[in-house]
């Protein structure tokens, strides 16, 4: 592989400025060539996801799967270095254990959201087998994370088309090259020719129906313009990945922001925190009852998300502080207190969300919070470690730290807890009322049937429903 060394030291700007390709680069090496094909596959197999017909995410996942599996072949045949990078088979491993979930559990918020998260950790392997920061500089790894969804996609599209036509350069092949782009260009021409002709023939078009029953040439020709898009896309960013130089930052980040202004927002903040401290330990320790007309199920579930952004913006301020303030005596003092009221920001949502779940039963919609309440939690604590440990890598922990936190989650069986907190709110109130066991009938998976079926209220539950038709 020609992966180039990362010399260029100057810091530049906030996006990794590209390299123009040297003329003598510009011939196609035959894994350059390879990559063609694979980008191709990628191409044809997702617009074949794109017009499927899928009841669920379960369903779409196995498709899905063969996408991902074709892109990584692609990336290893064009970072053949990446094959002894541990963590790169780490977060390959992350991935397979989110699609092996698709096969073991039915339960669907989480199955969409993975979705999702698959291209993610994706694109994180990418960075970590690609690209290694300098000391200091960890903020390279999310610059580079960003640029390989919005710059790398795009920068290097020309090689795509430069590639397919690398292949026919030689002498010898003008004339089969000549007859392989007479195709490439005169079946779509065809295509589109007989498509108007069977709408001005009446005859031609029954008979054309008959032959492609089934078939439209408009989604022929929308499938087959998504496959090229998809293609050329896929091969800029692996081409971009693999040959492009790109400059790095060898010293770490000057920190230039005076003590005086964040230690004045900071302040700012606590002060506010300390109003907020006070009204909670009074109220949510039930030293003091709460005002006339307010309940505890409605005060626990008003601004709960609004808690979360708080401690997101301390943690980012935080962040900010440490990386760009300049050196102070109080700075760390400042910080510490500063995660000290993010501490009480979280408590306090945790407070109200199980407040919350004692009223109401878990739901899919009270779980993520309170996992993404842990995960700050979490977080928090490696920010104050990191007060106390120069040399501690704070952004690879907490990444470390999000991704195998939910993977856990993913383990789990999600609908089953729902379904053994609504029954053992309805033991406690010695009846399950109707509106649980609509929930528990229609809202949950299969996943949950063992837990229903085992249940005292299980006539009430199935009703005239078969077990096999929940979910």
């Known amino acids: 592989m020609e992966r180039p060394e990362e010399t260029n030291k100057e810091q530049g700007a906030a996006f990794p400025a590209y390299k123009p390709m040297p003329a003598e680069r510009r011939e196609y090496s035959a894994k350059q060539k390879l990559l063609l094909a694979v980008t191709l596959a990628m191409g044809i197999v997702f617009a074949a996801l794109l017009w499927g017909d899928y009841g669920t995410s379960r369903e779409f996942a196995l498709p899905y799967a063969f996408f991902w599996a074709i892109y990584l072949v692609g990336y290893y045949v064009a970072v053949p270095d990446a094959k002894t990078n541990r963590a790169g088979w780490l977060l390959v491993s992350s991935v397979a254990l989110l699609f092996l979930r698709y096969a073991v559990y039915a339960e669907r918020t989480l199955g969409l959201i993975n979705l999702i998260a698959i291209p993610l950790l994706l694109m994180l392997h990418a960075v970590v087998c690609s690209f290694r920061a300098s000391p200091g500089c960890e903020g390279e790894y999310a610059l580079r994370y960003l640029a390989g969804f919005f710059v790398k996609p795009f920068a290097h599209i020309p090689r795509f088309f430069g590639a397919i036509g690398a292949i026919f350069q030689k002498r010898e092949e003008q004339k089969r090259s000549g007859v392989f782009l007479g195709l490439l260009i005169g079946l779509p021409l065809a295509v589109l020719v007989f498509s108007l002709l069977s709408s001005a023939d009446s005859v031609l078009s029954y008979y054309a129906g008959k032959l492609f029953e089934g078939w439209s040439v408009s989604e022929v ?16 960013f692996l081409y971009g990945t693999a040959w492009e130089k790109f400059p790095t930052r060898a010293q ?58 708080v401690a997101l913006i301390n943690l980012g301020l935080f962040a900010l502080t440490l990386r760009f303030e300049k050196e102070h005596r109080r700075k760390r003092a400042f910080l510490l207190l500063l995660l000290i009221a993010t501490a009480l920001v979280l408590y306090s949502g945790a407070a109200r969300l199980i407040l919350y779940i004692d009223a109401y039963a878990l739901t899919m919609a009270r779980i993520l919070p309170f996992w993404f309440i842990l995960f700050l939690a979490v977080a928090a604590t490696f920010c104050a470690v990191r007060l ?70 299980k006539d009430q539950i199935y009703y005239d429903v078969e077990p096999g038709d929940l979910g």
């Open 388 to 457: 106390y440990m120069e040399k501690f890598r704070l952004m690879r922990a907490v990444t470390a730290a999000f991704i195998a936190m939910y993977l856990i989650l993913n383990t789990l069986n999600l609908d089953a807890m729902v379904a053994q907190s609504v029954l053992a709110r309805a033991r406690l109130r010695g009846t399950l009322d109707e509106a649980d066991a609509h929930y528990l009938r229609y809202s949950l998976s299969s996943d949950a049937e063992r837990v229903l079926k085992a249940s005292k209220y």
């Open 221 to 236: 020709f929308w499938r087959t313009v998504l496959a090229v898009i998809v293609a050329f896309l896929f091969y800029s």
């Open 252 to 309: 770490p980040y000057k920190k230039g922001i005076e003590p005086s202004m964040l230690h004045t927002v900071i302040a700012l903040l606590l002060a506010v925190y300390a109003v907020f401290g006070y009204v909670q330990f009074f109220y949510l320790t039930g030293l003091r009852g709460l005002p006339a007309g307010l309940t505890y199920s409605a005060y626990a579930v008003r601004g709960f998300n609004e808690l979360l952004i």
